[in-house]
């Protein structure tokens, strides 16, 4: 007999409960906000919000399915199943941070604050889990597959992000490192940055797009192209990736010729460490980072999971 399916609702810690875990009290939190320009009230009335978007999609789940709540702090002990259907309650970057732990599950995303976030992730509102969530598995509810990005180091640690992954040294200060492209022939640059940044279609209404406007839309050589216009950001559900390398310094031993361009499905963008300590982190949690040190190599592309977004 197969499992009756599970709603895992996943959400955040509100900045309401965070200022009173810290204070003590919502006295003494308004009295610290007060003491800063801030009202209380705002942030009091973005946690009711939250509480009643999470009490309406509760109350919108299905009788015969199992239930239950999973926070994101807590989402890298958590053990999802194939019957899970998951739905984050939050913001655009609670679906992000779940993205890596899945593996072809459904996730539904709610937006408990229209008008603050964007929407690009979680595209529904409290009151649509009603009719949304007992139509999940049916075959008129439309889903789309995000790609996401992956970097395998050769000690097979292995990072998965849907927005972006970064590779650089800790505190973003100076990396040293060798770049170079599957589909380059062979060729191979050193370099001194900020770091790599190489990204998803959904990446690109974030970080990824950060850096491309601050170019102009423009760049250096792509991969593999030779030109000298920057890459065409991608769309969510795209096989193509795109990367960039922030502030590749020039100098008599490292240059500046590869800093942009577009990882197709199969390409790889490698990575040879030449510093005592590089990380790789994903959708900007560097609190969980791969540790990378001196002569390790890292391949960074496409990955073969995709995140199942609904609707």
């Not at 999802?80 to 593996?103: I, R, S, W």
């Not at 959708?283 to 391949?299: K, M």
Request: aromatic fraction near 6%; charged fraction near 25%; proline fraction near 4%.
């Amino acid at each position: 007999m197969s499992l009756a399916p599970r709603a895992v609702l996943v959400h955040r810690t509100t900045e309401y409960e965070e200022l009173v875990a810290r204070h003590g009290t919502h006295g003494q939190a308004a009295f610290f906000l007060s003491s800063r320009g801030r009202d209380i009230e705002e942030v009091a009335e973005r946690h009711r919000r939250t509480r009643r978007a999470m009490a309406e999609v509760t109350a919108a789940i299905p009788l015969t399915w199992r239930q239950t709540h999973v926070e994101r702090a807590d989402l890298d002990r958590f053990l999802f199943a194939p019957e899970d259907v998951v739905v984050v309650v939050g913001q655009d970057g609670l679906v992000a941070n779940v993205a890596k732990y899945l593996a072809g599950q459904p996730v539904v995303g709610i937006d408990t604050d229209p008008g603050r976030n964007p929407g690009v992730l979680v595209r529904h509102s409290p009151a649509d889990a009603r009719l949304l969530l007992p139509s999940v598995f049916a075959a008129g509810t439309g889903s789309q597959g995000l790609t996401m990005v992956e970097a395998v180091a050769d000690d097979t640690q292995r990072l998965l992000a849907l927005n972006e992954i970064y590779l650089g040294a800790a505190g973003h200060q100076t990396a040293r490192y060798r770049l170079g492209l599957d589909d380059d022939g062979g060729a191979v640059e050193a370099q001194a940055s900020s770091g790599v940044l190489v990204g998803t279609g959904t990446g690109a209404t974030g970080w990824i797009r950060s850096v491309w406007q601050e170019r102009g839309g423009g760049g250096g050589r792509g991969g593999g192209g030779g030109s000298d216009v920057g890459p065409r950001l991608p769309g969510p559900t795209e096989d193509r990736l795109v990367w960039f390398v922030r502030e590749a310094w020039p100098s008599p031993a490292t240059g500046t010729s590869l800093v942009a361009g577009e990882l197709a499905a199969g390409s790889r963008l490698t990575l040879t460490v030449e510093s005592e300590r590089l990380i790789a982190f994903g959708d900007g949690i560097e609190s969980d980072a791969v540790e990378l040190t001196w002569g390790q190599r890292v391949r960074v592309g496409r990955a073969e999971a995709a995140l199942r977004l609904v609707g």
